[in-house]
């Protein structure tokens, strides 16, 4: 397998934060949504916003995606006053909504999904003024700002399930046994040893995704603690990259580079669960890009199966693109006993 620099141009489910807040949905609206991707509506006050200690907020929402080899803001913001969140207003997929009232004595967070169009997620933040509302924010960024960033995710997977790629779909199901809903212009399929990597062509290959195995060696402990570090994850993707990806100069091949690199553990119907961010590159040569990567451990089967995004966008923005692929990587299934194990044992 090799990647031509003129070619190749590109949890898991992750668990959010607590949150003190309740979350209801109403019955999903007929309407459909009809905002951009990571387009987010702000109904608070505009002055407040621009100029006051409501800029933090603005701050929160525009911050840069991580690990992104540029700076990218994570949403494009609208802000509105609130007596202007009527008609058209109404139909965005995101909405950030901030009341202040002197009869709220504690600060209140609460998100509701698909009231005026589906699918829909608006956030409300209630306080009794201007500062409390600002505090209160500041405490719950990170909730936030991930809220909306998993409902764009879910909101991509929606659209994936209905156009995909069949041959990613095929290869996936007969190699391991899962099913993953590609983006449909990735087609192009090449196999390995436990591992292939599937490309878009009719993207100028900006998109690519990779899946294959390894056993767990005893350095990785009889747990598969391998998952909770990020050195021993870089010399698993490097060896199988360096073995799988390579350039078309003489030596060289993708490899991972540490800095910057981000992993979240998470544990999901018993199996453990490591999400990596990352940006790549190709040894001896100037290819490279961002990825995200989701590894599954299976202790009793001392094995390990990983998936991964990853993009190659010269002089591009990168962030839809780096996003669909992770939101591709959100609806891979995971079954206890793969159709592959079962076609082995019979």
């Given at each position: 397998?090799?990647?031509?620099?003129?070619?190749?141009?590109?949890?898991?489910?992750?668990?959010?934060?607590?949150?003190?807040?309740?979350?209801?949905?109403?019955?999903?609206?007929?309407?459909?949504?009809?905002?951009?991707?990571?387009?987010?509506?702000?109904?608070?006050?505009?002055?407040?916003?621009?100029?006051?200690?409501?800029?933090?907020?603005?701050?929160?929402?525009?911050?840069?995606?991580?690990?992104?080899?540029?700076?990218?803001?994570?949403?494009?913001?609208?802000?509105?006053?609130?007596?202007?969140?009527?008609?058209?207003?109404?139909?965005?997929?995101?909405?950030?909504?901030?009341?202040?009232?002197?009869?709220?004595?504690?600060?209140?967070?609460?998100?509701?999904?698909?009231?005026?169009?589906?699918p829909q997620t608006i956030l409300t933040v209630q306080a009794h003024d201007r500062r409390q509302a600002a505090e209160f924010i500041k405490e719950k960024g990170t909730y936030i700002l991930r809220t909306f960033i998993n409902a764009e995710l879910s909101r991509e997977t929606i659209y994936l399930?209905?156009?995909?790629?069949?041959?990613?779909?095929?290869?996936?199901?007969?190699?391991?046994?899962?099913?993953?809903?590609?983006?449909?212009?990735?087609?192009?399929?090449?196999?390995?040893?436990?591992?292939?990597?599937?490309?878009?062509?009719?993207?100028?290959?900006?998109?690519?995704?990779?899946?294959?195995?390894?056993?767990?060696?005893?350095?990785?402990?009889?747990?598969?603690?391998?998952?909770?570090?990020?050195?021993?994850?870089?010399?698993?993707?490097?060896?199988?990259?360096?073995?799988?990806?390579?350039?078309?100069?003489?030596?060289?091949?993708?490899?991972?580079?540490?800095?910057?690199?981000?992993?979240?553990?998470?544990?999901?119907?018993?199996?453990?669960?490591?999400?990596?961010?990352?940006?790549?590159?190709?040894?001896?040569?100037?290819?490279?890009?961002?990825?995200?990567?989701?590894?599954?451990?299976?202790?009793?089967?001392?094995?390990?199966?990983?998936?991964?995004?990853?993009?190659?966008?010269?002089?591009?923005?990168?962030?839809?693109?780096?996003?669909?692929?992770?939101?591709?990587?959100?609806?891979?299934?995971?079954?206890?006993?793969?159709?592959?194990?079962?076609?082995?044992?019979?």
């Amino acid at each position: 397998m090799r990647m031509t620099r003129l070619g190749l141009l590109v949890l898991t489910s992750v668990v959010l934060l607590g949150c003190t807040s309740g979350q209801s949905s109403k019955k999903p609206s007929g309407v459909t949504t009809i905002s951009a991707p990571y387009e987010l509506l702000l109904v608070a006050d505009k002055e407040w916003v621009a100029n006051g200690s409501g800029a933090e907020l603005m701050e929160l929402l525009k911050s840069d995606v991580a690990v992104l080899p540029q700076s990218e803001a994570c949403f494009r913001v609208i802000n509105i006053n609130p007596v202007a969140f009527k008609d058209q207003f109404r139909g965005y997929a995101e909405i950030m909504y901030v009341e202040t009232n002197p009869t709220y004595t504690e600060p209140k967070l609460t998100i509701t999904r698909d009231v005026y169009a589906h699918p829909q997620t608006i956030l409300t933040v209630q306080a009794h003024d201007r500062r409390q509302a600002a505090e209160f924010i500041k405490e719950k960024g990170t909730y936030i700002l991930r809220t909306f960033i998993n409902a764009e995710l879910s909101r991509e997977t929606i659209y994936l399930r209905k156009t995909f790629s069949q041959k990613v779909m095929d290869q996936a199901l007969k190699q391991f046994g899962r099913k993953i809903y590609a983006p449909k212009d990735i087609s192009s399929v090449k196999v390995g040893k436990d591992f292939f990597w599937a490309s878009a062509m009719d993207r100028e290959n900006m998109l690519n995704i990779c899946m294959y195995e390894f056993p767990l060696d005893d350095e990785d402990g009889e747990d598969g603690e391998m998952e909770q570090t990020l050195d021993s994850f870089m010399v698993h993707r490097n060896a199988i990259m360096k073995d799988n990806v390579q350039g078309d100069k003489p030596g060289s091949y993708m490899t991972t580079q540490p800095l910057g690199l981000m992993g979240e553990v998470v544990v999901e119907d018993g199996l453990t669960i490591m999400e990596v961010r990352g940006l790549w590159r190709m040894e001896n040569d100037m290819m490279g890009g961002p990825f995200v990567s989701y590894t599954w451990i299976d202790p009793q089967k001392r094995k390990a199966f990983v998936a991964e995004g990853f993009v190659y966008a010269p002089q591009r923005k990168k962030r839809e693109l780096i996003r669909e692929l992770e939101a591709s990587l959100r609806t891979i299934t995971v079954p206890a006993s793969s159709d592959k194990d079962k076609n082995n044992n019979n």
